[in-house]
Nanobody
Framework: QVQLVESGGGSVQAGGSLRLSCAGSGGDFSGNTMAWYRQAPGKQRELVAAITRSGTTNYADSVKGRFTISRDNAKNTVYLQMNSLKTEYTAAYYC???????????WGQGTQVTVSS
């Protein structure tokens, strides 16, 4: 069974840090871009950060300088280091990936991040 499983979410005070992980299983995700999205209550899901198979990254303007996306292709895993967290970053965070030679995207089940003031 192909799946992505996120972990590392939780509750933190503003200014704190969290590190999210997304582990792929059942297939090889290392050959394609992987990304993190988030969705706050009542809002659309939005792209937070993405990383290509070679390590090129891009970020939403709202998180530049605060978040770092990375990947370990040997572990089929993508990470999101989140620093200097703001209350407006409270959301469910999802990872997305595609298998090598795949034709569809896979999504994780999401991990909740709650930032309090």
């Amino acid at each position: 069974q192909v799946q992505l499983v996120e972990s590392g979410g939780g509750s933190v005070q503003a200014g704190g840090s969290l590190r999210l992980s997304c582990a792929g299983s059942g297939g090889d995700f290392s050959g394609n871009t992987m990304a993190w999205y988030r969705q706050a209550p009542g809002k659309q899901r939005e792209l937070v950060a993405a990383i290509t198979r070679s390590g090129t990254t891009n970020y939403a303007d709202s998180v530049k300088g605060r978040f770092t996306i990375s990947r370990d292709n040997a572990k089929n895993t993508v990470y999101l280091q989140m620093n200097s967290l703001k209350t407006e970053y409270t959301a469910a965070y999802y990872c997305r990936g595609r298998l090598v030679a795949g034709v569809r995207d896979y999504w994780g089940q999401g991990t909740q991040v709650t930032v309090s003031s």
